[in-house]
């Protein structure tokens, strides 16, 4: 059974850095693309990062690109998301997601709709 669980977030200042954790389980991570997307009440999920399933290839928002750092460990079956910089508009509910991808060499994040598997999500508040 494939499982995806996140932790790590919490509550944090602006400009303060938190790091989540995905740990993936019932699959390993060279079969599927991870990707991470966050939720706010009343909002379409939206995509943050995500990761090939080679590991060779990543993806960033816009939003994200210079402050968020997408990682993984093959070992741990765990994928990261190093948050920097952190702004009160990153508060949100941060989910790993999984898909199994034809092509091992890239990511998508264009729609969460293309992910099959989810963890059960992280809440991160930026606030001072």
């Known amino acids: 059974q494939l499982q995806l669980v996140e932790s790590g977030g919490g509550s944090v200042q602006p400009g303060g850095s938190l790091r989540l954790s995905c740990a993936v389980s019932?699959?390993?991570?060279?079969?599927?693309?991870i990707g991470w997307f966050r939720q706010t009440p009343g909002a379409e999920r939206e995509g943050v990062s995500c990761?090939?399933?080679?590991?060779?290839?990543?993806n960033y928002a816009d939003f994200v690109k210079g402050r968020f750092t997408i990682s993984r460990d093959n070992a741990k079956n765990t994928v990261y998301l190093q948050m920097n910089s952190l702004k009160p508009e990153d508060t949100a509910v941060y989910y790993c997601?999984?898909?199994?991808?034809?092509?091992?060499?890239?990511?998508?994040?264009?729609?969460?709709?293309?992910?099959?598997?989810w963890g059960q999500g992280t809440q991160v508040t930026v606030s001072s």
């Open positions: 019932g699959f390993t991570l060279d079969s599927y693309v």
């Open positions: 997601a999984a898909y199994s991808p034809t092509i091992q060499t890239i990511c998508f994040m264009t729609s969460h709709r293309g992910y099959d598997y």
């Open positions: 990761i090939s399933s080679n590991g060779g290839s990543t």
